[in-house]
């Protein structure tokens, strides 16, 4: 008789679909898992991210964190950003603009006058009757009165007119405001043309300043003009030497802060 054989039952795992569920489950998992991280959300790490990403600087200091095919060996420190500190200080970048270039350039502008001045002093041996100095108001050209005027009067003399055409020629390159002021001594004048110092030397400094334009054909309005009289002098009026020295016209031309105190 044939021996039965017991046919033994073959253990092949769980089925199939215990897989699929599982694989769903694990999804769920990581799903909710994300949810919560995303929940708790530190404010202040936010907030720097979102700042580094506003500010631009991020890429033009820093590298790509990406690899480049063929990377350029000769990349200079400064373009890649490795020595720069600007992007951690940014609030301590230099805050230059239109305004400040434009001062600067006009700072020269006087400088050079000043320069070119001094030295057409020097050449013509004229710093004894004409001297420029540089103050908070600007370049200041003193010129005393044997050198532009007769006495008692506002006529400019052919001795002036060449330093005031040489002016001109500077005033030219520059648009500064320019003030021109007239000086007397204390001595009294009194006749049908002058009643007093202040018309006399009112009426020198207003003659400068059409020498001026009508040679030059400046604009009117960059021009303006005084006369103090015997109000300012720059040495006691006690003698007749210290009168020559008040008697005088200032030319003025001014920092750009000074021509707005001005007006």
Known sequence: MKRRQIKKSKNNGAPK??????????????????????????????????????????FDFYPSPVPMDNP??????????????????????????????????????????????EEYLDKNKLNNVISASRTERGVVLVLQERILFDSGEAAILDSGKPFLNKIGTLLKRIPNHVKVEGHTDSRP???????????????????????????????ESRFSFVGYGDTKPIVPNDSEK???????????????????KDE
């Open 72 to 117: 350029t060996e000769n990349t200079s420190d400064q373009e890649s950003g490795k020595n720069s500190n600007e992007f951690e200080n940014p609030t301590q970048l230099e805050n230059k603009n239109d305004r400040d270039d434009e001062g600067s350039q006009k700072e020269d502008s006087l400088s050079n006058l000043m320069k070119d001045v």
């Open 242 to 260: 210290n009168w020559s020295k008040n008697r005088r016209v200032e030319i003025v031309i001014l920092e750009n802060d000074a021509e707005q």
């Open 189 to 219: 004048i009194s006749n049908f043309r002058y009643p007093s110092n202040w018309e006399l030397s009112g009426a020198r400094a207003s003659s400068v300043i059409r020498y001026l334009i009508k040679q030059n054909n400046f604009d």
């Open 17 to 58: 679909w215990m897989v699929t569920y599982s694989d769903m489950v694990t999804l769920i998992l990581v799903f909710f898992i994300l949810l919560f991280s995303m929940s708790q959300v530190d404010s202040a790490k936010f907030d720097a991210i979102s700042e580094s990403f506003r500010n631009r600087m991020i």
